[in-house]
């Protein structure tokens, strides 16, 4: 007969009220982690706290910044209009998470707080230069998304914490931008790479880049000498070629159960170089346009 | 410690109790007897257990049972009408010979019914991709997506 607890509180209210009765307790949003966790005995849970009803998580709202809910599943993150159009690079990199079937369930909070050092929407949100909202009994605090990350599952959240929103700032219309990634299955599995880039461009010179690795560090990196290198330059074939073998040197892969060090090291290079064509294209026949 | 749900099952609303690291895809084989739902590798890889969950597919194995309280779910047996006839894309499926074991059939015939409802005429590349979380180590693929889009195209007439 189980002993584990189940609550589902309605509000943060009642959801802080539980967090505070009982250290122990588990956030559950979506599951997809937590579930294959327990499934394999890698975790034991005592109480489970449902956060899927506590609906004031789960919204996506644009006024001076776009703010997304925690519990905004990934499913919503992929298919919204706003994000399609704000941000492509966050819009396709929920959609290569897992399958239909765990975009339904997962949540974007639940990806960004499981802290993988692939997790999807992470290199995006880095490069989005996001804030983590994170909410105690009594406290909020803010923290840029390049601080959240501590290590392969590690955050800055501490017990009694709750990670409620993150706040993105507008990108101005001349900023391009793109998810690629790499994995041994096309669906339902994690990246080998993943690079997240926007640009902000003048035709083809470049004023701005940031660039997101994922799956190459302990936790999801930018790489800033690339970033820096590839600023105010014009954005020739052998400039973006020599910016990709910059992120290699940037990153620090290691060999694991589904690919090598070096492999990912060539990923990198591979996917850095198509992503910045890619946007150097689109940024190109918009100028011809104009 | 086990929860009271009630949820509605292929229109049936059921009410049991369940422990509440219990999984969606047991209670609704074990405990309701919907064996049409498969489960395959428990983890969220093989969509077997695909069902609709308020209208859009889950995996079934993920979802803890106290979390589909107040749900409405459909199943592959929910698809067949009063008289028995069989949904448009179970017999696209059987008339294209989508069919070979037959254990990832009632996930891919969910997915493939929650396409055609956000998409009634996808491309060949929107099928391959909404069914592309659902595994079939028999018949490679090409004769299922077959199979949708002649589903799909039986609704245009
Ligand atoms: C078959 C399969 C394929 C997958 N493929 C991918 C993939 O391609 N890319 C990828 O990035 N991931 C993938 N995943 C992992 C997983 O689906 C995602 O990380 C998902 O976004 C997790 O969200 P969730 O809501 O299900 O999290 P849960 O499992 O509910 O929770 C994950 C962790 O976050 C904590 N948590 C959740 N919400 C909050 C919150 N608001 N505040 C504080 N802590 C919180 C939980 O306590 C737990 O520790 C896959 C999983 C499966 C099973
Ligand atoms: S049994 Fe649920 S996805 Fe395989
Ligand atoms: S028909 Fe056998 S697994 Fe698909």
């Known amino acids: 007969m189980s002993k584990v607890i189940y609550s589902s509180p309605e509000n943060l209210k009642e959801l802080f009220q539980l967090l505070e009765q009982d250290q122990a307790a588990t956030l559950w949003a979506g599951g997809t982690d937590l579930t294959v966790k327990l499934e394999n005995k890698k975790i034991k849970v005592s109480h489970i706290i449902n956060l899927k009803n506590v609906k004031e998580l789960d919204f996506i709202t644009a006024s001076e910044t776009i703010r997304i809910g925690a519990l905004t599943s990934i499913r919503k993150l992929e298919t919204s209009n706003l994000m399609q159009t704000e941000y492509p690079l966050l819009a396709q990199a929920s959609h290569g998470l897992g399958s239909w079937q765990i975009r339904t369930l997962a949540t974007f909070g639940g990806n960004l707080a499981n802290a993988a050092p692939s997790a999807e929407t992470a290199t995006p949100i880095l490069v989005l230069n996001g804030t983590m909202i994170i909410k105690g009994k009594n406290t909020e605090r803010k923290v840029p998304a390049a601080e959240f990350f501590r290590g392969p599952g590690q955050t800055v959240l501490k017990q009694g914490e709750v990670l409620t929103e993150v706040e993105l700032p507008k990108l101005t219309s001349d900023f391009k931008s793109i998810y690629l990634k790499h994995s041994l299955r096309r669906s339902m599995d994690i990246a080998l790479v993943g690079v997240a880039c926007a640009l902000r461009l003048d035709g083809d010179k470049c004023l701005e880049a940031r660039i997101g690795l994922g799956a190459v560090a302990p936790t999801p990196i930018r790489v800033p000498k690339t970033e820096q290198f590839l600023t105010d330059k014009t954005l020739t074939t052998s400039m973006i070629a020599e910016a990709s073998r910059l992120a290699v040197e940037e990153c620090r892969p290691i060999d694991d159960i589904r690919a090598t060090a070096s492999y990912r090291r060539e990923l990198v290079q591979v996917l850095v170089k198509r992503a910045l064509t890619s946007l150097v294209k689109d940024g190109g026949s918009d100028e011809n346009t104009d | ?17 369940v422990a509440p690291t219990r999984k969606l895809v047991d209670v609704l084989r074990e405990d309701l007897g919907f064996t049409g739902t498969k489960k395959g590798c428990g983890e969220g890889e093989c969509g077997a257990c695909t069902v609709l969950m308020d209208g859009e597919p889950v995996s079934s194995c ?65 099928v391959k991709d909404a069914i592309s979380g659902n595994l079939c180590r028999c018949t490679g693929y090409q004769k299922i997506v077959d199979a949708v889009l002649d589903a799909s195209e039986k609704r245009g007439r």
Not at chain 2, 1 to 17: C, Q
Not at chain 2, 85 to 100: R, Y
């Open chain 2, 1 to 17: 410690m086990k929860i009271p749900i009630s949820l509605t099952v292929n229109g049936d609303k059921f009410e049991l109790l």
């Open chain 2, 62 to 126: 993920l979802v803890l049972a106290p979390q589909a309280h107040g749900k409405t779910v459909v199943t592959v047996e929910g698809l067949e009408s009063e008289n028995g006839e069989l949904d448009p894309v179970q017999e696209s499926f059987m008339s294209k010979g989508a069919i070979q074991c037959g254990y990832c059939s009632p996930g891919m015939i969910m997915t493939s019914k929650a396409l055609l409802k956000l998409n009634p005429h996808p491309t060949e590349e929107e």
